[in-house]
């Protein structure tokens, strides 16, 4: 299995990262594995509005702004 090194770190972040593992009852290698496997696992945001903008142009539906607010505000009422 290949490894990564991130050099330049900030000591902050580093500290950060340590103390979450730990509350996690983990070690750094550990916490850093596991978070790095979830985050590679869902695609990124640029990917997603890629997909619905394929999805969308497929589908050839529109929604209009004000429907789109509409359903968002509907339980607000």
């Known amino acids: 299995m290949p490894s990564v090194t991130v050099r330049d770190l ?3 972040v580093r500290d950060e990262l340590a103390a979450r593992a730990a509350r996690q009852g983990m070690s750094m290698q550990e916490y850093l594995y596991d978070e790095l496997t979830r985050l590679a696992s869902r695609p ?6 890629i997909d619905v903008g394929r999805r969308k142009r497929l ?6 702004r004000d429907a789109i607010l509409d359903a968002r505000d509907a339980d607000r009422r």
């Open 59 to 64: 589908n050839g539906r529109h929604v209009s």
């Open 44 to 49: 990124s945001v640029a990917d997603l509005m």
């Open 10 to 12: 900030p000591a902050e």
